[in-house]
């Protein structure tokens, strides 16, 4: 365990564990103390989206009850399928470190993949209902990583509730189905997008973009809004849907993935007749040169 303080003005000791025994060993600590332990899940490279997570999460002791929070870095090698980008995922373990103990985070677990996915380990969770469509279209390895990655990591940490962000919308309902179906005892709770200025969602793959790709990234969101405001006049959402796919492939994005309306609890496929954007999310993946974005935006409501 390493112990780190910064120098901030309210400076935090955030704890680092690098195995699962030290870690468990803490939070029963912590129990005994009296906290609940809050969960946020992360492949590092942080942002503020990531620290934001941390910041929801912190929120939610009582002044009866504290909370300890604890995030993880690991870049899980099972959601990369051999051509995607393992490789050059960035990573920036003490920024990370600094960055987390900035924001309070009390605890953070840092697995070594040869340790978490010892040889001869063949154990994987496999989700149906939200997991289906979308991106596991395009990336079929990509779920059944995230959820056994996760699965493991519920059970090392042991938390009361986690964090995830609805910047990955599909991930995260397939979570909440996940964490149902196999009666998981801990909460899912869902944070909204943190974007820049200019709407593009944070995420640590924007490090790949170069100056002319971050300069046509935001049109990604800046159509999906305008989209939405086309659908909320009664426009005719298939009609529609085609329009943006051309004008974002107009703006200079490689290619699409999808951009799909879909029921914003299953995330089955919109299929109409009657359009009502209370129950409905949009969601799209497109290429930006060697860049995959993802976003999603909810049908109901006005921009901010
Ligand atoms: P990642 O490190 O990309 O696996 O993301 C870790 C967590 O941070 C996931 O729950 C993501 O949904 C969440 N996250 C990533 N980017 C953002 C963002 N821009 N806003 C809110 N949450 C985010």
Not at 5 to 15: A, G, M
Not at 80 to 106: H, I, N, W
Not at 188 to 205: K, M, N, Q
Request: proline share 7%; net charge neutral.
């Amino acid at each position: 365990m390493v112990n780190l303080v910064t120098e901030t003005l309210n400076p935090v000791e955030l704890k680092a564990f690098k195995d699962a025994a030290s870690l468990r060993a803490q939070i029963k600590a912590w129990r005994l103390d009296g906290y609940v332990i809050g969960f946020v899940p992360t492949m590092g490279a942080l942002h503020q989206g990531h620290l934001d997570l941390v910041r929801h999460a912190k929120t939610k002791g009582t002044k009866t009850k504290g909370v300890k929070v604890v995030a993880s870095i690991f870049v899980n090698p099972k959601q990369f399928a051999p051509t995607e980008d393992l490789d050059r995922y960035p990573r920036q373990e003490a920024k990370d470190l600094m960055a987390l103990s900035s924001v309070g985070c009390d605890g953070v677990y840092l697995p070594q993949a040869d340790r978490f996915y010892p040889e001869g380990f063949d154990t994987k969770i496999s989700t149906g209902g939200p997991s289906q469509g979308l991106e596991q279209d395009f990336r079929p390895h990509f779920f059944d990583g995230v959820t056994t990655v996760v699965a493991k990591l519920f059970l090392q940490v042991a938390p009361d509730f986690a964090v995830f962000g609805e910047k990955d919308y599909q991930q995260l309902m397939t979570l909440k189905a996940m964490v149902r179906d196999l009666d998981m005892p801990l909460e899912i709770i869902g944070y909204p997008t943190v974007r820049e200025s200019d709407g593009l969602a944070l995420s640590s793959r924007n490090a790949y973009l170069s100056p002319e790709e971050r300069a046509i990234a935001p049109k990604l969101y800046q159509e999906m809004q305008a989209l939405r405001e086309k659908l909320l006049n009664g426009n005719p959402p298939q009609t529609e849907l085609e329009g943006t796919k051309k004008a974002l492939l107009s703006h200079g994005f490689t290619s699409l993935d999808y951009l799909e309306i879909c029921d914003s609890q299953s995330l089955k496929p919109w299929q109409g007749p009657h359009y009502r954007p209370e129950s409905l999310r949009l969601l799209a993946a497109v290429w930006l040169g060697k860049t995959r974005l993802i976003d999603n935006i909810d049908l109901s409501q006005a921009p901010l």
